[in-house]
């Protein structure tokens, strides 16, 4: 059900349970959670996290991916489309593991994400929302060619998040996708 996608160094792939080690580890760390939920969690919340993930496609036909590094295999985080019940509008959303920012990874499986969806969704625009403090997300939004907008409160289990909403619209992506 869920479509593997590919990057000149990347796949992006389905949930499998084997995944929770490496998502217990990139969920785990207190850095990468920083701009997410504030704070690192547990291998059974990781797993939560992970199947919360999976079960997206089945409930919206779109949802994250496993990204995987082609050159050796290894699980480096989750990339795609999510949209859970309250959001502002369909997102991409990154989240990678500390040993694999600055190499470029976010935005190249983010693009095929936002690619995807453009390609088989129905949307006029796409969102990510990000922590007004999280530069390097911003820095990746920027490159995907989003702009920063509205300020938003973001609840979640109770606990609210302020962040930006950044944005594309369809037709901001076909020209930087030199489409008609």
Same mark, same amino acid.
């Given at each position: 059900?869920? +479509?593997? !996608?590919?990057?000149?160094?990347l796949l992006m792939r389905g949930w499998r349970d084997s995944d929770l080690d490496a998502f217990a580890a990139i969920y785990?760390? +207190?850095?990468?959670?920083?701009? &997410?939920?504030?704070? @690192? &969690? %547990?291998?059974?919340?990781?797993?939560?996290?992970?199947s919360s993930a999976a079960g997206h496609w089945m409930l919206r036909g779109?949802?994250?991916?496993?990204?995987?590094?082609?050159?050796?295999? @290894?699980?480096?985080?989750?990339?795609?489309?999510?949209? +859970?019940?309250?959001? +502002?509008?369909?997102?991409?959303?990154w989240t990678l593991g500390q040993p694999y920012w600055g190499n470029g990874y976010a935005t190249e499986s983010a693009r095929a994400?936002?690619?995807?969806?453009f390609l088989t969704q129905s949307v006029d625009r796409l969102?990510?929302?990000?922590?007004?403090?999280?530069?390097?997300?911003?820095?990746? @939004?920027?490159? !995907?060619?989003? %702009?920063?907008?509205?300020?938003?409160? &973001?609840?979640? @289990?109770?606990?609210s998040y302020i962040c930006d909403i950044w944005s594309i619209t369809r037709e901001e992506w076909r020209q930087r996708a030199h489409l008609p």
């Open positions: 059900m869920i +479509p593997h !996608l590919e990057t000149e160094r785990g760390d +207190p850095e990468v959670m920083r701009y &997410l939920s504030g704070e @690192a &969690l %547990a291998r059974n919340d990781s797993w939560r996290n992970m779109y949802g994250l991916w496993v990204v995987e590094r082609k050159s050796d295999g @290894a699980v480096i985080g989750r990339v795609g489309l999510i949209r +859970p019940e309250g959001w +502002p509008g369909l997102e991409v959303g994400a936002m690619n995807y969806a969102i990510s929302l990000i922590d007004p403090r999280n530069k390097a997300s911003q820095a990746v @939004a920027e490159r !995907l060619g989003e %702009a920063q907008g509205a300020e938003y409160e &973001l609840i979640i @289990a109770g606990s």
